[in-house]
């Protein structure tokens, strides 16, 4: 596949979480590929997950910690390999009931049509502050990153 190809595999993949359809987007995903997630021992979903189950697994963990309550992406650039999408979110922490906004950036490498490698780039500061049972309900107001 090509750049373009790559770009549409993984706007299509963007979709399908939107819409909730977690198991298409599983069929997108190589056998054995790898999702990264920035680690935190607060963060139900953070660490890195290897092949499909594993994988279907981050979802159920995401699904059971947080809502999205917005989520926005904003640029994709394919070069080779790799595409890079740009964008926001809006999550609420279902253990506390905080929000927190969440600006990232994720990687993913495409291989024979298929992701074989997802990794996300985000300020974890806000999401922990905002599951984090032990700090008041103030502190886990989280001030978007703006350019």
């Given at each position: 596949m090509n750049a373009r190809d790559n770009k549409q595999l993984v706007m299509?993949?963007?979709q399908?979480?939107?819409k909730g359809d977690?198991?298409?987007?599983?069929?997108?995903?190589d056998v054995n590929a790898d999702w990264v997630e920035r680690d935190s021992d607060c963060i139900p979903f953070a660490g890195?997950?290897?092949?499909?189950?594993?994988?279907?697994?981050?979802?159920?963990?995401?699904a059971n910690g947080a809502e999205a309550l917005s989520f926005t992406t904003r640029e994709f650039i394919?070069?080779?390999d790799k595409v890079v999408v740009v964008g926001e979110a809006t999550w609420l922490a279902k253990p506390t009931g905080r929000s927190f906004d969440s600006p990232?950036?994720?990687?993913?490498?495409?291989?024979?049509?298929?992701?074989a490698r997802f990794e996300a780039y985000n300020d974890t500061a806000p999401a922990?502050?905002?599951?984090?049972?032990?700090?008041?309900?103030?502190?886990?107001?989280a001030t978007p990153m703006r350019h």
């Open positions: 299509e993949c963007y399908l979480f939107l977690i198991p298409s987007l599983l069929e997108r995903c890195t997950y290897h092949g499909k189950a594993e994988i279907a697994d981050f979802f159920t963990k995401l394919a070069e080779g990232w950036v994720h990687v993913l490498t495409v291989r024979d049509g298929k992701i922990e502050r905002a599951f984090r049972t032990d700090l008041p309900a103030q502190a886990s107001m």
